[in-house]
């Protein structure tokens, strides 16, 4: 077990001694900074109600109302607005400021950008071994093969939590900056499958990222497979972020089949069951996409086991 822990920390040396891998912070830091800023000074949305918070948004509705009424095609777009503030009136609840929970909520969604970064370290973890010709000297160590395989598996799944952990951190940082922030666990007002619902914003969060970091462990197991099967490092890479932006496509072509339904880009996206949301193909339920993952999941790593440990490497 020593042995494995040590293999781990010289992994993460090896990972974290690449500029790289920290470049990938810094541009995921930055965008949040961005998207932070551009908030700040474009968004409508970030007033503050006082003492006659109702009075407001009724006069509130009231404009939207008229915009409604003159703007024929995006008209719609306020029913939302509308439908929101009254809720807030029917209970009674005073709408809170934005802050930097709802900052960190709203950008649950770059955790795609984390699972591009994660997918580009997974997918050379194995492969970059064959393109710098270290792989003999890896495997002439008195170490299993597949203990070597976990090892690296295990610094991708530490790699792409991190990297979560990371997002979530600085959004909250930069929101508190610029929003401020409401209190340690403060409940705000979204739209849920039976309408509007008060819910506490911490909740919510915990409930988006876990789900989005079962979708990013996935591409990652999905990646690490990729790069046990080929030896050539850009080809393993550019074919996982290949497949990771095409899978939608893929599956809202072939949608109209119902064995659509166990393709892996039809459930990855566990966000589909939560709120108003409906699933891509009808008849998809979470329990059914957990079970879909799972299989995927088990297939990925015989997958990446088989190809690491019985792969012939001498000719290499």
């Known amino acids: 077990m020593r042995n494995f822990f040590s293999l781990i920390n010289?992994?993460?040396?090896?990972?974290?001694?690449?500029?790289?891998?920290?470049?990938?912070?810094?541009?995921?830091?930055?965008?949040?900074?961005?998207?932070?800023?551009i908030t700040f000074f474009f968004s409508d949305g970030l007033e503050e109600y006082g003492d006659n918070w109702r009075e407001e948004l009724q006069a509130k509705n009231e404009e939207y109302l008229e915009m409604q009424a003159e703007d024929e095609v995006f008209g719609d777009l306020y029913a939302y607005d509308i439908a929101k503030n009254e809720y807030y009136l029917e209970n009674?609840?005073?709408p809170l400021s934005y802050d930097?929970?709802?900052?960190?909520?709203?950008?649950?969604?770059?955790?795609?950008?984390?699972?591009?970064?994660?997918i580009i370290v997974a997918a050379s973890i194995v492969s970059s071994e064959f393109k710098w010709g270290t792989i003999k000297l890896l495997l002439i160590r008195p170490i299993s093969r597949g203990k070597i395989l976990w090892t690296k598996y295990v610094n991708v799944l530490i790699f792409s939590i991190s990297m979560?952990?990371?997002?979530?951190?600085?959004?909250?940082?930069?929101?508190?900056?610029?929003?401020?922030?409401?209190?340690?666990?403060?409940n705000i007002v979204i739209e849920g499958?039976?309408?509007?619902?008060?819910?506490?914003?911490?909740?919510?969060?915990?409930?988006?990222?876990?789900?989005?970091?079962?979708?990013?462990?996935?591409?990652?197991?999905?990646?690490?497979?990729?790069?046990?099967?080929?030896r050539n490092n850009s080809m393993a890479i550019g074919l996982a972020i290949f497949l990771m932006f095409a899978g939608d496509i893929i599956v809202s072509f072939l949608s109209k089949y119902d064995w659509a339904k166990f393709i892996l880009f039809a459930n990855t996206n566990l966000n589909q069951y939560m709120g108003n949301q409906?699933?891509?193909?009808?008849?998809?339920?979470l329990g059914f996409s957990i079970t879909v993952l799972v299989v995927y999941y088990i297939i990925f790593l015989l997958v990446s086991w088989l190809s690491f440990t019985r792969r012939d490497v001498a000719g290499h």
């Open 10 to 37: 010289n992994e993460q040396i090896k990972l974290y001694s690449r500029f790289s891998t920290w470049s990938m912070y810094i541009i995921l830091a930055g965008i949040i900074l961005a998207s932070g800023l």
């Open 92 to 94: 009674d609840i005073k």
């Open 100 to 118: 930097a929970w709802q900052f960190a909520l709203e950008n649950a969604g770059l955790t795609m950008l984390v699972s591009l970064f994660t």
């Open 164 to 186: 979560l952990i990371f997002s979530f951190l600085i959004n909250l940082i930069i929101g508190a900056i610029l929003f401020g922030i409401n209190g340690l666990s403060p």
């Open 193 to 230: 499958a039976n309408g509007f619902e008060q819910v506490s914003v911490v909740s919510e969060i915990l409930t988006k990222y876990g789900l989005n970091m079962v979708n990013l462990i996935i591409m990652a197991t999905f990646a690490f497979m990729i790069s046990t099967l080929f």
């Open 278 to 285: 409906s699933p891509v193909i009808d008849g998809m339920t």
